[in-house]
């Protein structure tokens, strides 16, 4: 059992690794991974009896120890990284935190992109003000529906989806340019005519097999 109430949960990456999945093994995924958070690995035979019949394709998700208790390998790394930020936080806690870090002085001529806290004083603490947009990343289906409208067939769809989600996962859903992906669908666009390019592009490459792995 965890000692902590909560680990972190990446929703594009288990979006991307339950793509294939059909939403009864989704939903049976994520309560085995619920229920091994709290209780720890399980017997097979307790997972039957908390989600009934199991797919191969779901069970390729976990691994069984020398004991045959069932695990899940990012899920142990994760609970165990929360463990441990929450001991430093603890730890720092204790020795009373720490210091507050003083903003740097900026000279007046610097003001031209940054917000001034105080009025009338060159030597005034200037805070950056953070002009990107939060980005909220298009679901797969959403995706492949597009590739579909574009003429693309389910399967070649769904491949390239994978790819497309992967990528820009990969780049924090911003553009080459750095910028955020404020239509995704003008992206999917541009990915579709010039798929067979992106496919040589090193970028796109390496990112995309770094996600897919």
């Not at 210091?99 to 031209?112: D, G, I, T, V, Y």
């Not at 009025?119 to 939060?134: K, Q, S």
């Amino acid at each position: 059992m965890s000692e902590t109430s909560a680990f972190l949960f990446y929703s594009q990456d288990f979006l991307l690794g339950t793509l294939t999945l059909p939403m009864e093994d989704r939903g049976k995924y994520i309560t085995l991974l619920c229920y091994m958070h709290g209780h720890g690995r399980l017997t097979e035979e307790m997972v039957c009896q908390l989600v009934g019949d199991i797919s191969k394709p779901l069970r390729a998700k976990f691994k069984t120890d020398e004991n045959g208790f069932w695990y899940n390998l990012r899920l142990e790394k994760e609970v165990k990284d929360r463990e441990k930020f929450v001991k430093s936080r603890r730890s720092n806690g204790g020795k009373g935190g720490r210091k507050k870090k003083q903003p740097p002085l900026r000279h007046c001529e610097e003001r031209s992109n940054l917000s001034i806290e105080k009025d009338g004083d060159c030597h005034a603490p200037l805070a950056v003000t953070d002009a990107r947009e939060a980005v909220i990343p298009p679901l797969p289906e959403h995706v492949k529906a597009r590739f579909v409208f574009h003429g693309l067939t389910p399967i070649e769809a769904e491949y390239e989806t994978l790819k497309f989600m992967a990528f820009y996962t990969g780049t924090g859903w911003t553009t080459s340019r750095g910028s955020p992906v404020r239509n995704w669908r003008a992206s999917v666009t541009n990915w579709f005519l010039n798929r067979n390019q992106f496919s040589k592009n090193k970028q796109h490459k390496t990112l995309t097999e770094q996600w897919l792995e």
